[in-house]
């Protein structure tokens, strides 16, 4: 695995909740980091695969057994 260092800047109360996690997890800082940013990418990732399908499948329309012209706009507004 290549590795990169990277510096950050978090206020100082930040730093010392986020060091009680990742001790109470029995894991470094560093991995703290390492697993939030992978559940975030994977949760990013996810989201824009559903939406990339969700887009496909309103692009192809869904033949709900309705012809075109078979209503009048006052039929599908009409109250009861």
């Known amino acids: 695995m290549n590795l ?3 510096t950050l800047s978090i206020s100082k109360d930040i730093l010392h909740r986020a060091k009680i996690i990742a001790v109470k997890r029995n ?8 697993e939030y940013l992978e559940k975030l990418l994977a949760g990013e990732e996810g989201y824009q695969q559903v939406q990339e399908f969700c887009l496909q499948e309103m692009k192809k329309g ?19």
């Not at 894991?27 to 390492?34: C, F």
């Not at 309705?66 to 507004?77: A, E, I």
């Open 4 to 6: 990169q260092n990277v």
């Open 27 to 34: 894991i470094s800082l560093s991995g703290l980091m390492k």
């Open 62 to 80: 869904y033949d709900i057994g309705v012809k075109p012209g078979s209503y009048t706009r006052g039929d599908l507004h009409e109250r009861g």
